[in-house]
């Protein structure tokens, strides 16, 4: 048995006795160690969205240069089964260097594929256009605004909003 399954099997074990004490309602923790492990099996099982997942989970408590490697690996393998999600998140990773290779090629490939796969997806066309900004494309910024404000009216203030508070 690998160490990494040893560790899996250990934090369901935990995870089961707290459970059983009726701590895992008031724990975040205990019931977090649950759902990693279910999305590892699942991943593990071909589910995209359980990649992607497990991707997320790499970067959230840690924000190296070597957790975004490890998450871009699960992206691209969830990417792969047509995740858009995850699309983007290899996309905005590509962009801003995250990983430690800044390519705004690769960058635009991803973009454009998760917005080919969800076409109404806001949240991935901002990605984008923060990419035309990046590249100083004022023609392809102002289309995809436009048509960012035609599926979703206001939405671009309320990001700039969002920028300006953090």
Avoid at 86 to 104: D, P, V
Wanted: cysteine-free; proline content about 2%.
């Amino acid at each position: 048995m690998s160490k990494w399954t040893f560790g899996w099997v250990l934090i369901l074990f935990i995870d089961a006795i707290f459970a059983l004490r009726g701590i895992a309602e008031k724990n975040p923790r205990t019931i977090r160690g649950v759902t990693i492990y279910k999305s590892m099996v699942a991943a593990r099982g071909g589910d995209a969205d359980a990649m992607k997942r497990i991707g997320d989970y790499h970067i959230k408590w840690n924000k190296s240069t070597e957790s975004y490697k490890q998450a871009l690996d699960w992206y691209l393998r969830a990417a792969q089964k047509g995740q858009p999600q995850a699309m983007s998140e290899i996309g905005r990773i590509y962009m801003n260097s995250l990983a430690g290779e800044l390519n705004y090629e690769k960058s635009r490939y991803w973009l454009e594929k998760a917005i080919a796969t969800d076409p109404e997806n806001v949240e991935i066309m901002w990605i984008r256009l923060l990419l035309f900004r990046r590249e100083n494309d004022k023609k392809g910024f102002i289309s995809l605004s436009r048509r960012i404000e035609e599926i979703k009216p206001g939405y671009i203030r309320y990001r700039i909003n969002q920028l300006s508070r953090d």
